[in-house]
């Protein structure tokens, strides 16, 4: 718990001294810096590949369906990924204590967040949901999310 209190303050306070067009260089930077690690832990490990795949996959799927991208937009969905896994991870570890059924309920409203807010059509679906069906992932979300979107859902709901 401590590890993860700190890794969201430090990425808060080092947000605030990134120029907006470096957001999604940085993240995914430091995504790979955990998966190069050899001293990386599983869980550190499989969450840094998930965003990675995710920053990527959205990246890659822009450019071919729009032909371009815009820095300020791919900024916004890196950090808005970054803080919808940072507050799905957070909440089940605040949780760990409670019953198996508010620990579903929690990862039900964070897929139902990412599975409703899908960003682009005609994908490869098998690509798009391999992470949902990974067993042994801490992430099961949909890489076609608009990780905007699904932020704003997962706190909404949270406060219902």
């Known amino acids: 718990m401590k590890k993860l209190f700190i890794i969201v303050l430090l990425l808060t306070v080092t947000k605030a001294n990134i120029n907006a067009q470096e957001i999604y260089d940085y993240l995914l930077d430091k ?23 995710a920053m990527r996959y959205f990246r890659r799927n822009i450019i071919l369906q729009e032909g371009s991208i815009s820095s300020t937009w791919l900024d916004e ?6 803080e919808f896994i940072t507050n799905f991870l957070v909440e089940l570890s605040q949780n760990s204590n409670g019953s198996d059924d508010a620990r579903k309920k929690i990862i039900m409203r964070y897929c ?3 599975a409703n807010h899908t960003l682009f059509k005609n994908v490869d679906k098998e690509e798009a949901e391999s992470f949902i069906s990974d067993k042994g992932g801490y992430t099961p979300f949909c890489l076609n999310t608009n990780w905007v979107k699904a ?10």
């Open 31 to 53: 995504s790979e810096q955990v998966i190069n690690n050899p001293q990386s832990n599983n869980f550190d490990l499989k969450v840094a590949q998930f965003k990675a795949t």
């Open 77 to 82: 969905q890196a950090l808005a990924l970054n």
């Open 112 to 114: 139902e967040a990412s």
């Open 151 to 160: 932020l704003a859902e997962s706190k909404d709901k949270k406060k219902e």
